[in-house]
């Protein structure tokens, strides 16, 4: 085991130890030339990777001006993917006592291309996703939806396991673990009932899919092209590797003639990371923007909106943008569920506001039949008593009735006497 190999165990997220591998093996290109052949290492170009590993960690080289002049380099890739390139690189060495003085660091820096992506992307609309979808198979289909209507990333996805999956719940709920997920949180997200049953269609080929793909490996372990699986079935609900889903998405770009890419960057201009932000830009179109970002996993909206709502919260909410998730529904369709939503929210409100109203006139009625109930009691009182009503000033000089005995009516009792 190589410095690499024992500095990744360091990260159990696929995508940034793949981050980091490529970083690494890009930098040591730049300062002894490139050691591949084709863009994919092979078990021997590993090898030697590795031991220039350690050459260069024992050679005595100004270190800081490898990476300034190596910065360099990256001017003619994103300015993305060229910081992140440096930042893996650097952070490597690092662990192996390769520092970059705070000074050095700075100015190399500014050398760095400034910007975000400067890739082009095309929309991902339900009519994108519709056409891929006639073009990829059982399994593809089924990662396709569940990516649209989840919100997950792609290495989430492909992390996780059939205990993971909830059919029960309504509407079926997927538990995304920390230790795959980007900001290491553990959350939960659903799946529409489309991708439910696209999911359930895939489960009832997925045990041949294992067996075939065992069948392949064999062939390739016996021509020396690959190694030996130890477990056939690794439990996960796609049990196949991001390599393999990039050219599952790849091919059906293909046949669609949907596949481009980027004439600056030469990156693909539809990818699996759109659907997520198709995911979330659907969702919002209905509930708050909080929701779809929760459910998605982006940082700084979990842990808040994880103490606000509920599972069952959650649920509700998701059920009423569902139908915006749902690709293979025809547009029109779409439209008319939406509006209907629409007039039902609006008849709620009337609703409610009928309901307040009918409360308070009710209270009022009470109030009325309470003041006349009092009023009969009085009344009945002085009747009664033989008291007289008097209007007369209070001690605050304010104008106020009096009801005191009538006196005439003590008079002609004492009289009588």
């Known amino acids: 085991m190589g410095k690499l190999a024992d500095f990744l165990k360091n990260y159990t997220n696929h995508s940034t130890a793949q981050g980091y591998i490529s970083s690494v093996y890009i930098y040591l290109d730049f300062i002894y030339g490139k050691q591949r052949q084709k863009g994919r290492v092979n078990d021997e170009e590993r090898k030697t990777y590795e ?18 002049n190596f910065v360099v380099s990256l001017r003619s890739r994103p300015p993305l993917s060229a910081r992140h390139t440096f ?19 700075k100015f190399i820096r500014n050398k760095l291309p400034k910007g975000n992506t400067r890739t082009i992307d095309k929309d ?23 990516l649209a209507s989840s919100g997950m990333r792609i290495n989430e996805a492909l992390s996780v396991s059939l205990d993971d999956v909830d059919f029960t719940s309504k509407p079926v709920c997927i538990t995304v673990r920390g230790e795959t997920a980007k900001n290491g949180d553990n959350r939960i997200t659903f799946i529409s009932a489309e991708a439910a049953q696209a999911v359930n269609e895939w489960l009832k080929i997925r045990g041949d899919y294992i067996k075939a793909a065992a069948n392949k490996n064999n062939g390739l372990v016996m021509s020396g092209r690959g190694k030996p699986k130890t477990d056939e079935d690794d439990g996960r609900l796609f049990p196949f590797s991001d390599q393999n889903a990039s050219i599952l998405w790849n091919n059906a770009l293909t046949k669609a003639g949907l596949f481009s890419r980027d004439k600056s960057t030469h990156r693909k201009q539809l990818h699996y990371h759109q659907l997520r932000k198709f995911f979330i830009s659907q969702l919002s179109l209905i509930v708050s ?29 998701y059920l009423k943008g569902q139908h915006l998730l749902t690709i293979q529904a025809p547009k029109e369709l779409q439209e008319m569920e939406s509006e209907f939503k629409a007039k039902i929210q609006t008849h709620e409100g009337i609703l409610t506001n009928i309901v307040k109203e009918n409360i308070e006139l009710k209270k009022e009625i009470e109030n009325l039949k309470t003041g006349q109930k009092n009023l009969s009691e009085l009344l009945a009182d002085i009747l009664h008593k033989d008291l007289v009503i008097r209007e007369g000033i209070n001690e605050d000089g304010m104008s106020t009735i009096f009801i005191t005995a009538n006196p005439d009516k003590n008079k002609s009792f004492q009289s009588s006497q």
């Open 289 to 317: 923007k909080e929701i779809g970002e929760t459910l998605a996993g982006h940082e700084g909206y979990l842990t808040g909106a994880y103490r606000r709502y509920t599972k069952k919260q959650l649920a509700e909410e």
């Open 51 to 68: 031991k220039l590993i350690d050459k260069y960690l024992k050679e005595k080289r100004n270190y800081a001006e490898d990476m300034a």
């Open 87 to 105: 930042t893996f690189a650097k952070e490597f060495f690092s662990y192996y006592n390769k520092e970059l003085p705070k000074k050095d660091l």
């Open 124 to 146: 991902m609309d339900t009519d994108t996703i519709r056409t891929i979808l006639q073009h990829i198979d059982t399994k593809g289909r089924a990662l396709i939806l569940v």
